[in-house]
């Protein structure tokens, strides 16, 4: 019976140890949840610490941070884990960073424990150095602080995409955006009018089509077309009559068989009707009939007399038709408008408020949302009135359209760059990540990468002002950066003080 009562009393113990152990290991902070093993697993004093032993003195290592900058906390005891008066201890930390840098901690007694003077400044993650000195008597003790940091090869950078930028200065773009809207240019639009009465008999262009110069868009029968000519063919006549007439008044003139008043009298009829037949040249020229053709008119079958042919004034884009066969149509009436829109007019709402920053001359991007492209050009007009509903004047800009993407009607945005400054400091936008409360960059040093908190300062949406965390020469994660971050947190690692 005795023997048996040992042995569970034994039983009983080293459950009782078991359980202690794990106590230690359970970080207060964390609601009694057990820690990961690994860079979390050490021995822990009263406070949940790491726990630093050697030769009777023992030291428990923390970092507080509530309401303070963080600073180290460090609380003696003796081989039996009883506090010691933090004055008898004098204690120097080192910690060394990755790239070399070392901060040197000295501390002062301060309730029962002692004070870092010095700032821990974050990332938390660096190995620590210990020294201790106590009756004469030195320790020294070395770990590791693991925080937002992990190690990938060279093979790893380049499976993952990460690309590997240099802190250091950037041009940094304030951009001002306005909306814009595609318009023909107005220089390169015909609206294109008959000049003459008539009745269209064909259409031979529709809306979408491309023209060449001088190409027949419409046929029309005019009347007033076929009176021209006959007037034309009638005045030309005239003059053969009157040439002829001059001709034999001036021979019998000369052979004094006529009096001098008949041959300047045919003169005369004659210089009028070489001045009529003129006239109804200049209608049918006006009518749009080339000069070149009117010799053959007389040749001409009748019943081409009343054939008119409307043609494109300039190379370009139907845009819009407005005529049918059938259709009786005026002089004036606007039946086909023309564009070449090869290059075209982006106009542009500059509010008030923004009329100091557009400059005459100065480049602009055109962006498209719904067509997903962008091109440049530069303001070459600034308008001079500020309307009254909109309150915002019109600038405008060509665009080179040899492709045909920009239509008019389109609604685009126009970006400008309203300041351009160089500064000192600046990362990628896209190198930007959230770990824990802090905005970082992931910093390369050798096959390291380290999460960096950073002071930000302005941006231009590709480059982010760095105002303090960094310096220049640091190399840092640049693009695809999310990689790195998706790697330490495979990690476990955790912010233990």
Known sequence: MHKTTVFIVAIVGVIGLAVAAAI???????GGAAEPAGALDYPRGPHGARLLSADGLQVEMTIYETGVPPQFRVYPFDAALKALPPGEVELVVELHRLGGRIDRITFTPEADYLRG?????EPHSFDVKVFATRGGQEHSWSYAQI?????????????????????????MQTILELPGEIKADETR?????????????????????????GEVLAILSSRELANAKSQYLTAAHHVEFARVTLDREEALWKKKISAERDYLEAKRVLDESELTLQLAGQQLGVLGMAAAALPGLAAAPADTFARYEVRAPLAGTVVERDVTVGEAVSADERIFTIADLTT??????????????VRQGQEAAVLSTDLGTESKGRINFIGQLVGKETRAATARLTLSNANGQWRPGLFVTVTLVREETVIALAVSADAIQTFRDWQVVFVKYGDWFEARPLELGRTDGQWVEVLSGLKAGDLYAAANSFAVKAEIGKLGATHDH
């Open 24 to 30: 230690l290991r359970t970080d207060p902070g964390s």
């Open 117 to 121: 003077i010095e700032v821990v400044e």
């Open 147 to 171: 925080e937002g940091k992990v190690q990938l090869g060279a093979d790893q950078i380049k499976s993952a995409g990460i690309v590997i930028g240099t802190v250091g200065p950037r041009t």
């Open 189 to 213: 639009v015909a609206h294109v009018v008959p000049r003459l009465q008539g009745v269209v008999t064909e259409v031979l262009k529709k809306e979408g089509d491309r023209v060449r110069q």
């Open 344 to 357: 075209v007019w982006v106009e542009v709402s500059v509010y008030a408020k923004d009329l100091g920053v």
